[in-house]
């Protein structure tokens, strides 16, 4: 009921905040959705409009849902910063990932910020800054139609339907734009899956036979949903199209998965999606990284707009051992790969959620 209440006042309120049918299309869709998840991720009514902007970027992707991030207000300039309390120490000990996380949320912050009027400035991490920064002026009447994607994107980690996807539709996805730096091999034959299914079986084998990486990886899961919403944080089994379980149980059966049996299932997974891609950069830098993560969000988003659903499968580029290996064999050249997505025709999951904004305010 509460659940209802808040709904209904957030579909005005968002109407207002960035100027009504673009939003209010896509709130509708999410509202349909699981109760128990996607209606706690729309606004709080209180917000102010600089906070709205850091609620749409909360909504982007980010490593196992940590939302490693803190943001400040400082009128009109934005601040991102890492949280370094939330890095991922087996998984990502270069917070490689962390920054690119900071730079799907960067894209969300954009995009949403153009749709409430603002042209942004962005700059960069460097040496001498250790977060991105982003100056807003109010003069642009430029509305991205990946905006309206914000609300309903999501990480669909199901089996997908199998479907080959029209030309057309394969152009329009080919069509999204990079960021400098950051170059997109999209594998499309069988052949080349075939490759990646290797390498994915592969990092499956190192990852699952790994204790670190398995009592990092219970740590961040929510088995039930007391847990997810007692943190409002990490991999709830639902969304991930697992039963809600006590923690014993949870635990008890992530850490006796077989390592095959998970290289088996996403194997599954990727030979039912209409095809992935690996984004690639010229450097290991936290700049990069960003502009990595922002490209990521925004084909996200676009494949969102166009009724399509993802999810990455980074097995063989967070293996280090492997990673050098995935960058030849997918014919990269210098470009380092930086993450693996799979797209595809699949039914929305449940949605992830996400601590309310003054949770993530410095
Ligand atoms: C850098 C990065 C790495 C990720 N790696 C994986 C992954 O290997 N497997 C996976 O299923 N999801 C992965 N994800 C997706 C996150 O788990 C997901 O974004 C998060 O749980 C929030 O859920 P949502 O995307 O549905 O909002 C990754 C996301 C990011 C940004």
């Known amino acids: 009921m509460l659940h209802k209440e808040i709904a209904r006042r957030d579909l005005l309120k968002l109407g207002l905040v960035a100027g009504g049918a673009v939003l209010f299309s896509g709130c509708q869709k999410a509202v349909n959705m699981d109760l128990s998840t996607s209606q706690l991720r729309v606004s709080d009514p209180s917000n102010s409009k600089m906070e709205e902007l850091i609620r749409y970027a909360t909504l982007a992707a980010n490593g196992h849902n940590t939302q490693p991030w803190k943001f ?24 490689r990932e962390l920054w690119i996380s900071l730079g799907c949320a960067l894209e969300n912050l954009v995009i ?22 982003i100056n807003l002026q109010s003069d642009t009447t430029e509305v991205s139609h990946l905006f309206n994607s914000i609300q309903i994107r999501q990480s ?33 034959n069988i052949s080349e899956t075939e490759r990646v299914i290797e390498y994915l079986n592969a990092g499956n084998m190192k990852q699952y036979a790994d204790k670190a990486f398995l009592e990092e990886l219970i740590f961040w899961l929510r088995f039930n949903q007391k847990e997810a919403l007692s943190t409002m944080d990490g991999l709830f089994s639902k969304c991930s199209g697992n039963p809600t379980v006590p923690r014993f149980l949870g635990e008890m059966f992530v850490s006796s998965t077989k390592p095959q049996k998970q290289a088996e299932a996403d194997a599954k997974k990727l030979l039912s ?24 969000e925004r084909l996200s988003l676009h494949l969102t707009s166009l009724d399509l659903k993802s999810a990455l499968v980074n097995q063989p580029i967070e293996v280090p051992e492997l990673r050098g290996e995935f960058q ?35």
């Open 273 to 296: 999606s209409s095809g992935s891609v690996v984004f690639a950069t010229d450097n290991d830098t936290p700049e990069s990284w960003v502009r990595c993560g922002q490209v990521f």
């Open 112 to 133: 949403a910020a153009g749709a409430a009027g603002f042209a942004n400035e962005i700059i960069y991490p460097a040496k001498e800054q250790n977060y991105i920064k």
């Open 156 to 188: 669909t980690r199901s089996e997908y339907n199998h479907e080959k996807l029209s030309n057309v539709l394969m152009d329009q996805i080919h069509s999204v734009s990079t960021e400098p730096g950051v170059s997109l091999k999209f594998i499309e």
């Open 72 to 95: 400040r207000i400082m009128d009109k300039t934005l601040e991102i910063h890492p949280d370094l309390s939330r890095r991922l120490n087996v998984v990502d000990p270069q917070d």
């Open 328 to 362: 030849t064999a997918m014919g990269l050249g210098s470009n380092l790969p930086q993450l693996l997505m799979r797209f595809g025709v699949a039914d929305a999951m449940p949605y992830s959620l996400r601590r309310p904004v003054e949770e993530v305010l410095i």
